[in-house]
Structures are given as structure tokens and as C-alpha cells.
């Protein structure tokens, strides 16, 4: 069965940077990304990665963010640099989901508990 572990969360200023991690135990699939979750809305996809490499990003996020993945370790990895109020978010990692689409679909792919991701202004 997988499991994926989020790291690397915590509580930073704005425009400040954190790196998060997500370790993966088990069959990943092609695809991974990263999702949100903020008080009050509905779950938002970030980014996802295919085993190939090949990305994609919500707009919101694409000249901030970067995901990337270790295949050796199933490991994935979430840089997110000039962090604003406004990413303040339960951070989700997924596995086995679409990597054409940044839309939550419930019921599908694995997840993680999530991390707690605070910017303050």
C-alpha cells in the first residue's frame, strides 16, 4: 500500500522561501504533484510531474514554484521561493493522479496527511 509523507512545512515571512519533500513508500505511477488546501476553499492544484520530467503548473504559482522528483527514491520536492500571505495552506502531495490536469478529483490518486505551510506578512 503507498504511503506519501510530507515534510518541510512551517511558518516563514513573506517572500521568504521553503522547500517541501514528500517521501514516497510504494508504487508512485507516472505521476506526482502537489495540491493545497487554504481554510475555507476547495483543495487547488500546484504542480504536477511525470516520471519523465515533463511538468505543470497553475499559473498562480509557475514563475514561483518548482517541482521535481528523485525516481531512485520516489521522492518529490516542492520549491517555493517569494512565498505571499496568500499561500498560506494545508501543502498536499499526491501519486497515481493526472498529470494533465491541476483540477482536484476526489477519490482519486494518493495522498498524504499534508503540511502546514503559514507566510505572514
Known sequence: QLRLVESGG?????????????????????????????PGKEREGLATIKDTGTTLYADSVKDRFTISRQNSDNTLYLQMNSLTPEDTAVYYCTANYFCDRLTYSKGVGSWGQGTQVTVSS
Open 10 to 38: 512551517g511558518s516563514v515571512q513573506e517572500g521568504g522561501s521553503l522547500k517541501l519533500s514528500c517521501a514516497a513508500s510504494g508504487y508512485v505511477g507516472y505521476c506526482m504533484g502537489w495540491f493545497r488546501q487554504a
